[in-house]
């Protein structure tokens, strides 16, 4: 395995995390004067800070703060039908689902090394531009079977994506040739790609922290949603439907529940819509998203809806939610999917009330 260098993640005490509060005021009012630079932006500080030690990709808690950053597999994974049931999304701490040719969604689902083994990711399909700057927010492994012409230029020319691809690291892939069909039967698992990091030595990864918190569930008014696709399908509409018994979402598609490969189902602590910009590029129905600045968003945890403004200042950016009044939106501890969608619209919410 490629030693990993060291790096503090969080303070050991509240004492160091008081000076950094006071560090960070500090800078903030200078800045808000424009001392620094008088039409400067002001930058996200790219690394959030917690009181209470978590695992900095799932924010769970733990005894003891850790020194080094896990290394993170974005591993894309079709979703058209012909490919179904899928592998392994139900053990992604996140999961970003998006449309490709004709508003079929694609996920990039994202794992990392050293957590409990998944065995099965896939069917793993091809790369698509605005992917690879989700990817690059965690340095991760971009792991793909291929791509169209515009995204595999892209990983050529921007220097950040570490490019992983079946057609050139073929033995850290394997073909389900006795139940499925090419091109819905390329799987990989966790264990293959963290023994690939021995040949690829990527070195220490490094990417910005959410905020997390606890559960705080709603007392007795919850909300549903429903994600229409426009794919000419309601197949692929989804459904996240909240459970209160266990303050989280569960995925439905095409109202059933949507169950992965020996029948796990796939449950969520936070759902987060993006709205942005899509383009048609070309005769076979390609996109081109608009990934990078900022716009209107939507956030479900607790069975409770917040209207946010979503923000990613630069392609290595972490991609983060804030509230109206700028503040960040801190994320339940859990697994998270981001639904990117081109207008809120395709949103329908369910409210229950319990008495």
């Known amino acids: 395995m490629v030693a990993v260098a060291k790096r503090a993640s969080w303070p050991r005490t509240l004492g160091v995390l ?97 957590q409990e083994k998944v065995d099965k990711i896939g069917p793993v399909r091809s790369a698509r531009p605005y992917y690879l700057d989700w990817a690059d927010e965690f340095d991760a492994l971009y792991v793909h079977v291929g791509g169209s012409p515009e995204a595999l230029d892209s990983i050529a020319a921007n220097g950040t994506t570490h490019n992983f691809d079946q057609f050139f690291q073929d033995e850290y892939f394997w073909r389900d040739t006795a139940t499925r069909f090419a091109p819905h ?50 197949e692929y509409d989804v459904t996240w439907k909240y459970a209160n018994e266990k303050n989280a979402y ?52 607790d069975g409770k809806k917040v209207e946010a403004t979503w923000k990613k200042p630069a392609r290595t950016d972490r991609l983060r939610f804030f509230t109206a009044d700028g503040k960040e939106i801190a994320m339940n501890a859990g697994k998270t999917w981001i639904e990117v969608v081109p207008s809120l619209d395709s949103v329908t919410e369910l409210l229950t009330t319990i008495d």
């Open 18 to 114: 008081a000076v950094v509060t006071l560090l960070v005021g500090v800078v903030a009012f200078f800045v808000s004067r424009n001392v620094f630079a008088p039409n400067a932006s002001v930058p996200l500080l790219p690394i959030m800070i917690s009181e209470v030690p978590r695992h900095p990709l799932t924010g769970e808690q733990r005894e003891d703060v850790s020194e080094e950053l896990p290394q993170v597999f974005a591993v894309m994974v079709e979703n058209s039908y012909e490919a179904w049931p899928l592998s392994g999304l139900n053990e992604a701490f996140l999961v970003i689902e998006a449309p490709v040719e004709g508003n079929i969604p694609r996920f990039i689902s994202f794992f990392y090394d050293g």
């Open 185 to 234: 039967n390329v799987y990989t698992s966790t264990a293959f790609l963290s023994s690939a990091l021995d040949e690829v030595k990527l070195g220490a990864p490094s990417y910005g922290v959410w905020v997390f918190k606890d559960d705080e569930p709603a007392a007795n008014n919850f909300i549903s949603l429903t994600i229409d696709w426009a794919s000419g399908s309601s």
């Open 250 to 301: 569960d995925r439905l598609q095409n109202g059933i529940a949507f169950k992965m490969t020996g029948g796990g189902a796939v449950t969520a602590k936070n759902i987060a819509i993006v709205e942005t910009g899509m383009t048609v590029v070309d005769a076979v129905g390609r996109r081109r998203l608009t990934t990078t600045g900022e716009g209107k968003a939507l956030v479900y945890q």
